[in-house]
Each structure stands twice: as structure tokens, then as C-alpha cells.
């Protein structure tokens, strides 16, 4: 999001349409979590979790290797694929290591990892982008990706497969009202506090007269 004005510039379209970029990757997160979590669910967790941490490595590269807004498009909706379902698949692994008193806590430890990208990830890649191009920040998230796949490959024990899930029957859970209110509670927070983020840069610094450096800051 801190990128986009930066990127907009390096595919020669306008900031509105590198918004576009943004909407794919939700989408695709949105699309994809769902059916990918499913079909990885009949496979241990430990080799799903690497698989998708290396779909995702191989997305942002993509990306950083992008020639046009049309690749990067497609390198975009490709590593949001991987994105909904690690942390799907992810919260299920980090209850299954500890105590049934302890699961609420693991996975609320894992989910502290996004609060930490937004709190210092996002600012670090908006000072690269502004600073070394935007490439630069997509290259440096595919090293962090080979980190992430090295420490899954030693931190995670190797255990069997769950059974291999009903589809029809999962269908029917999220169909229930109880739960279709809690996930439009989310979409619409989310919604809103992504409409304001993703623009944020561009109002900065035309609204405000802010600096990049007040904008990475910010």
C-alpha cells in the first residue's frame, strides 16, 4: 500500500489503476483460502505450510521481475493464493503444538506476526521502494519468504495428515447466520481500514504536501 504511487510510476499506469493491484490480491485471498486450505488439508500441515510459503516466495519475486501492469497483476492474484490459506492452516498447526488451555494463545502469537508487519514491515518497504525502486521491496519479502520456509522446515514437527475434510459439510458452517454476521462484521471493518490505507500515500502527499519521509513515517 505504501508502495503505490512509486509502483503506479514503474508500470506507467495511473494510481487509481495500481489500486486495481490491491483489489486482485484480496480477491485472490478472498477466492483462493477457502478451496486451498481444503485441498491441502488431506496432507501433513508442516509440508502444506512450506508449500505455501513457497508458492508465496515464488509470487513476490515474480513480482519484483514484473515488466508490465498486466504481469504484475498476475504474480499478484498468484501470491495471494497462498496468503489466506497459510494463516488458515497456520492457526490449526500453532493450537495442535501446545496444551488445550494454551491454543487461544498460540494462534493469537501467530496472528501478532501481522500486527508486526503493518507496525514495522509496512514502513521499512514504503523507505525501500522510495528509496531503492519498487522492486527492491518485493525482493527483500521473497528473502524473508526463504527465511520463513527454512524456520517451518526445522521449527514444525512432521505429523499425519487430518482426515480429509467435508466440503458440503464445511459449506454448511459458514452458511450458518451466526457466522455470516461475524464475517460481515470483518468485511466491513476491513473494507474500510484498507480503503484508507491504500490511497493514504497519494492523499499524503497531494492533500498534505507531506515528504516520502513523513509518509513512511506515517
Given amino acids: 500500500m505504501g508502495l503505490l504511487p512509486v509502483l503506479a510510476d514503474g508500470v506507467h499506469v495511473s494510481v487509481p489503476k495500481a489500486g486495481s493491484l490491491i483489489s486482485a490480491y484480496a480477491f485472490g ?5 477457502p478451496v486451498i486450505t481444503l485441498f491441502l488439508a488431506r496432507y501433513p500441515r508442516k509440508y502444506a505450510l512450506i508449500g505455501l510459503m513457497i508458492l508465496y516466495t515464488i509470487g513476490n519475486l515474480t513480482s519484483a521481475a514484473s515488466s508490465s501492469y498486466q504481469q ?3 504474480t499478484r492474484i498468484l501470491t495471494s493464493l497462498a496468503h489466506g490459506a497459510f494463516f488458515g492452516l497456520g492457526a490449526v498447526e ?6 488445550a488451555n ?3 494463545s498460540a494462534v493469537a502469537s501467530m496472528f501478532m506476526g501481522l500486527t508486526v508487519a503493518n507496525i514495522f514491515g509496512v514502513p521499512a518497504a514504503t523507505w525501500l521502494g522510495d528509496t531503492l ?15 520463513a520456509v527454512a524456520a517451518l522446515s526445522f521449527a514444525l514437527p512432521l505429523a499425519e495428515a487430518g ?3 467435508d466440503a458440503a459439510a464445511e459449506l454448511k458452517a459458514i452458511l450458518r447466520p451466526n457466522a455470516l454476521m461475524a464475517l ?28 516520502p519521509t513523513l509518509t513512511t513515517i506515517a
Wanted: glycine share 12%; hydrophobic share 55%.
Fill in 102 to 104: 494454551r491454543r487461544a
Fill in 72 to 74: 504484475l497483476l498476475l
Fill in 29 to 33: 485471498v478472498m477466492g483462493g483460502a
Fill in 184 to 211: 460481515g462484521v470483518t468485511v466491513i471493518g476491513a473494507g474500510a481500514m484498507f480503503e484508507l490505507y491504500t490511497y493514504i500515500v497519494p492523499m499524503l502527499e497531494h492533500i498534505t504536501k507531506a515528504s
Fill in 163 to 165: 482426515p480429509r475434510p
Fill in 94 to 99: 500453532a493450537a495442535s503444538l501446545v496444551a
Fill in 133 to 147: 525502486g519498487w522492486r527492491s521491496a518485493f525482493a527483500c519479502i521473497s528473502l524473508l519468504g526463504l527465511v
